[in-house]
Structures are given as structure tokens and as C-alpha cells.
């Protein structure tokens, strides 16, 4: 009989397909305003908050973090298994408004990098008196 070809249908070969790990699939950047500032949360799972890295050039935002990770075991002074695992993330945006990057803040909580950065003076909404027309 020829060799065994696997077939679409074959149950143990879905169970070893590749799959989308945790990490990939809540990478992501939401962008919200608020009167004062304007805010941006990115998805930097098992990074350390001492790897991130947040920059504010004109108007552009960028978020970097890359994280290494080893798992080493030893038997003796002969390596057995040594597994490194590097994990990363880059995000870049223009920003809606312009803003005051001196006063920027940033904090890192449960995987998630929030910036905060207040808007300019001319970017924050004016209240403009109504009045009635006289005759």
C-alpha cells in the first residue's frame, strides 16, 4: 500500500493545524477623544511597563515594545533545552487634534499602554454664547 496522504477531513490533523495565539489576536489601538484630551489605548500583552516605549513627534504617536523571554534548563553545566521567545509590538498613528506632548501621560495595566495626551488651547471646545437677535 503508498504512503498515507492526509486528508482535509482527518480530525488529528485540524487538532495540530496552527492556530492564531492569544497574543495575535488582541493585538490592537483604539483612539478616543474627550473635551480635554486625546486618548489612545494599545493592546502590549506581557510586555513590562519598563519595555514600552511612547513617542510624540509633531503629531504622529508611536507605541514600541518588544519583550525576551527565556526558559532554560540545565542538567549539570550542559544545556538540555533552551527555548527563547521574543515578543513585540509597533504602532504608529496620526492623531486627530493637535496636542500638548510636554504634558503627555502614559501607564501600563494589565496588558493594555493608555496615553493620554491633552489637546492645544485651539483644539479644545469653545462654548459660544447665544444670543438673541434684536430688531
Avoid at 495575535?24 to 519595555?51: C, F, R
Avoid at 504617536?61 to 544545556?79: N, P, R, V, Y
Wanted: hydrophobic share 30%; glycine share 4%; with cysteine.
Amino acid at each position: 500500500m503508498g504512503p498515507w496522504w492526509p486528508s482535509v477531513f482527518d480530525d488529528d490533523l485540524w487538532n495540530n493545524w496552527p492556530s492564531i495565539s492569544d497574543d495575535a489576536a488582541l493585538s490592537g489601538m483604539d483612539i478616543y477623544e474627550t473635551d480635554d484630551h486625546v486618548v489612545v489605548k494599545a493592546q502590549v500583552p506581557g510586555i513590562k511597563e519598563e519595555n514600552v516605549k511612547v513617542t510624540i513627534e509633531g503629531n504622529v504617536l508611536t507605541i514600541s515594545a518588544s519583550q525576551e523571554e527565556t526558559d532554560e534548563e540545565k542538567e549539570g553545566k550542559k544545556t538540555v533545552y533552551k527555548s527563547t521567545c521574543q515578543k513585540s509590538f509597533n504602532y504608529s498613528t496620526s492623531l486627530p487634534r493637535m496636542v500638548d506632548a510636554s504634558q503627555a501621560e502614559a501607564e501600563v495595566e494589565n496588558g493594555v499602554v493608555e496615553i493620554k495626551v491633552p489637546k492645544t488651547e485651539e483644539e479644545k471646545p469653545k462654548q459660544i454664547e447665544v444670543k438673541k437677535k434684536l430688531k
